[in-house]
C-alpha cells in the first residue's frame, strides 16, 4: 500500500484508534493532518512521524464548526500541496440512559460525532472535487450505530447517521471518483477496558506484553488499534478505487462486511392492513422472527 504523494486528514488523532490511524497513513507514505483538541498529544503524534522519516502538521481544534473544517483542509493545501483522504474519527461520549441523558449530553456527542464528520466531509469533498482527481472519506462509526447499545443514546445514533451519509455521499461523489466508506472498529481503547469480560484480559496484555487470546480476537474481534489501522489505509489506497458506500467492521483477526437494512419479511393485504389485522397475523406473519437489538454481551470462555 503506497500512499506517497497523497496528503490526509485524521480528526481526533492525538490517541487511541486516531492516532493509529494517522501512524498507519505516514508510514505508509502519506503525509498527514493531525488533529486534536489536546495539543500535547497532537505534537506527540507529529514528532513520533516525523521521527520515522515521515511528514506531518498538527491543528488543535474541536471538530464540529464548518470553521475547524475548513481550517483543516486549508492547512493540508497550505502544508502540503493537496487533500486526499478524511478519516472522520473524533469522538466523545456523555453515557446516559434516556430518562437521565441531557441535552447538553445528547449535543455535545452529536456535535463532535454527527456534525463534525458532515462538516469535514464537506470540506474535503469540496476541496477533492476542485482538484478533480478523486479522493477519499473515511468515516469511522461503530457497532453501537449498527446494532444500538445500552445508556449510547446520542453515540449510537450519531453513529448509525454516519453510515447513512457514507451511502448517501457515495451516490452523490461518485462521479467525482470520491469513495465514501464507514469503518466500524473494534479495538482495545480506554472505553473498551471498563467492559468487565475484557478488562483482565486487556490488563494482562498491557502489562505482560503477551497477545491477546484467540477468544478474544477471533469470537469478540477485537484488538489493538493497530490491528484497525490496515483497513483504513487499505481505504485510502488506489487498491480500493471500487470499494465506496460500504460498512466495513474490523477488530482483531476479523474482517466483516455489515449489511445494509433491508426488507426481512413482507406480507400483503387486500384494500390495506387494519390494526387488527396486523395483530391477528404478526406472531405468524412478518413478526414471526423479530431482529434482535443490542450488542451481544461478551463472554469469556470457561478458564479463560
Not at 2 to 19: E, F, I, M, N, P
Not at 20 to 25: D, I, N, Q
Not at 129 to 144: D, W
Not at 222 to 235: H, I, W, Y
Request: hydrophobic share 50%; glycine share 12%; aromatic share 6%.
Amino acid at each position: 500500500m503506497d500512499l506517497s504523494g497523497k496528503v490526509a486528514v485524521v480528526t481526533g488523532a492525538g490517541r487511541g484508534l486516531g492516532r493509529a490511524y494517522a501512524e498507519a497513513l505516514a508510514a505508509a507514505g502519506a503525509a498527514v493532518v493531525v488533529n486534536d483538541v489536546d495539543a500535547g498529544a497532537a505534537a506527540q503524534v507529529v514528532e513520533a512521524i516525523t521521527g520515522d522519516g515521515g511528514k506531518a502538521v498538527d491543528v488543535v481544534a474541536p471538530v464540529g464548526s464548518t470553521e475547524t473544517a475548513e481550517r483543516l483542509v486549508a492547512t493540508a493545501v497550505k502544508e502540503f500541496g493537496r487533500l486526499d483522504v478524511m478519516v472522520t474519527n473524533a469522538g466523545v461520549l456523555r453515557d446516559r440512559v434516556l430518562w437521565k441523558m441531557s441535552d447538553e449530553d445528547f449535543d455535545a456527542v452529536i456535535d463532535v460525532h454527527l456534525r463534525g464528520t458532515f462538516t469535514c466531509a464537506r470540506a474535503a469533498a469540496a476541496r477533492m472535487r476542485e482538484q478533480g482527481t478523486g479522493g477519499r472519506l473515511i468515516l469511522i462509526s461503530s457497532p453501537a450505530g449498527q446494532r444500538g447499545n445500552f445508556g449510547q443514546t446520542n453515540y449510537a445514533a450519531a453513529k448509525a447517521g454516519i453510515v447513512a451519509m457514507a451511502r448517501t455521499w457515495a451516490m452523490e461523489l461518485a462521479r467525482a471518483n470520491v469513495t465514501v466508506n464507514a469503518v466500524v472498529p473494534v479495538a482495545a481503547t480506554e472505553m473498551t477496558k471498563t467492559i468487565p469480560a475484557f478488562a483482565p484480559v486487556i490488563e494482562d496484555a498491557e502489562r505482560t506484553g503477551k497477545p491477546f487470546p484467540d477468544w478474544l480476537r477471533k469470537d469478540e474481534g477485537l484488538g489493538t488499534v493497530e490491528d484497525v489501522a490496515g483497513l483504513v489505509v487499505f481505504l485510502a489506497s488506489d487498491a480500493s478505487a471500487g470499494v465506496t458506500g460500504q460498512a466495513i467492521g474490523i477488530g482483531g483477526d476479523r474482517l466483516a462486511l455489515w449489511a445494509h437494512p433491508k426488507e426481512k419479511t413482507v406480507a400483503f393485504a387486500d384494500g390495506g392492513w387494519t390494526a387488527e389485522a396486523i395483530a391477528a397475523s404478526w406472531e405468524a406473519g412478518v413478526g414471526a422472527e423479530p431482529e434482535t437489538y443490542g450488542i451481544p454481551a461478551p463472554k469469556a470462555p470457561e478458564g479463560a
